[in-house]
């Protein structure tokens, strides 16, 4: 059974800090990870895929994986209210599959 | 990234009715996916949409409770049958995209009540 898991939360920061929100999985085949940001009432939208060990940046996010130790983050630098969210980690074992398998999510409250 | 869109958005349906929902994506995908969402949890599978063949069913959900039907490579129907309370959800559908064609997008979903 393949598990994706995630704190879910609250994760509670101020604004400017940076936040980190963390995932674990147990399918040590996995080859893509993604992050996923979804607001309340709407459906998941991507801000980051990550396929090699180490770290990927874009604008503020940046992405972290560490295939021997099975983890996965998302850092947020410079968090903002508008961040506000519930964050969804994603793995796929790959090699031609299509279908990831989704943690419940890490609810993050970035306050004023 | 793709543009899908999906209607209804969101309805209220009595128990033992019937809602299909229906998927359209702005150009054409070889995968189309439905999920369900329940309140609090994550994102669950229900099926895969094969154009030209069978859906191809998640465990615990079964074609006469979710048929799927998908009549080209650009729109997917999910109906979902025999309502009860428990089926109040939210329903997305996705389609693969990206350079190694594993990444998925969403569409807006479609929230249901059942009464």
């Known amino acids: 059974q393949k598990e994706v898991e995630q704190n879910s939360g609250p994760l509670s920061v101020p604004e400017g800090a940076i936040a980190s929100l963390n995932c674990t999985y147990s399918?040590?085949?996995?080859?893509?990870f993604f992050w996923y940001r979804q607001y309340s009432g709407k459906s998941p939208e991507l801000i980051m895929s990550i396929y090699s060990n180490g770290d990927k940046e874009d604008g503020r996010f940046t992405a972290q994986l560490n295939k021997a130790s099975q983890y996965v983050s998302l850092l947020i630098r410079d968090s903002q209210p508008s961040d506000s969210a519930t964050y969804l980690c994603?793995?796929?074992?790959?090699?031609?599959?299509?279908?990831?398998?989704f943690g419940r999510g890490t609810s993050l409250i970035v306050h004023p | 990234s793709a543009v899908i869109s999906q209607k209804p958005s969101r309805d209220i349906c009595q128990r033992g009715t019937s809602l299909t929902i229906q998927c359209q994506v702005d150009?054409?995908?070889?995968?189309m996916f439905w999920y369900r969402q329940q309140p609090g949890q994550s994102l669950t599978l229900i099926a895969t949409?094969?154009?030209?063949?069978?859906?191809?069913?998640e465990s615990g959900f079964v074609i006469d409770k979710f048929p799927i039907s998908r009549p080209n490579l650009t729109f997917s129907t999910l109906t979902v049958s025999n309502l009860s309370p428990e089926d109040s959800s939210i329903y997305l559908c996705?389609?693969?995209?990206?350079?190694?064609?594993?990444?998925?997008?969403f569409g807006p979903g479609t929230r249901l009540t059942v009464l």
């Open positions: 399918d040590r085949g996995s080859q893509s």
């Open positions: 994603a793995v796929n074992q790959g090699g031609g599959s299509y279908i990831p398998t």
């Open positions: 949409a094969n154009q030209g063949s069978e859906a191809t069913y």
């Open positions: 996705s389609v693969e995209r990206g350079t190694s064609t594993d990444t998925q997008y």
């Open positions: 150009s054409q995908v070889t995968m």
